[in-house]
């Protein structure tokens, strides 16, 4: 099973950028989605979820500015970001519990990050 995260890039604050997680390989299952994000010095946050059924969870730093949602048919979720500010810039991974095919119970998997800058 793998993720790929496609989409980061320099952007202008107040600027917009769509992100996207596709998984692939052996997989029978996928519960919930998510994308966290880590800049240098700081810890890593959890920013959006999505579940199988279609709860979402925001941090309340994106709320109102960011957009997860999946394609289940593609495997594939994704996060648009709107008025970017410099403050969200970052490496952003998607993660998400897969279940494989032979296999009884869900893991997290993750992807490899994209970066995101967001200029001033």
């Known amino acids: 099973v793998q993720l790929q995260a496609s989409g980061g890039g320099l952007v202008q604050t107040g600027g917009s950028l769509r992100l996207s997680c596709a998984a692939s390989g052996n997989i029978f299952s996928i519960n919930d989605m998510r994308w966290s994000r880590q800049a240098p010095e700081k810890q890593r946050e959890l920013v959006a979820t999505?579940?199988?059924?279609?709860?979402?969870y925001y941090a309340d730093s994106v709320k109102g500015r960011f957009t997860i949602s999946r394609d289940n048919a593609q495997n594939t979720v994704f996060l648009q970001m709107s008025s970017l500010k410099p403050e969200d810039s970052s490496v952003y991974y998607c993660?998400?519990?897969?279940?494989?095919?032979?296999?009884?119970?869900?893991?997290?998997?993750w992807g490899q990050g994209t970066l995101v800058t967001v200029s001033s």
């Open positions: 993660n998400a519990d897969i279940k494989p095919y032979g296999v009884t119970y869900y893991s997290k998997y």
């Open positions: 999505i579940s199988s059924g279609g709860s979402i």
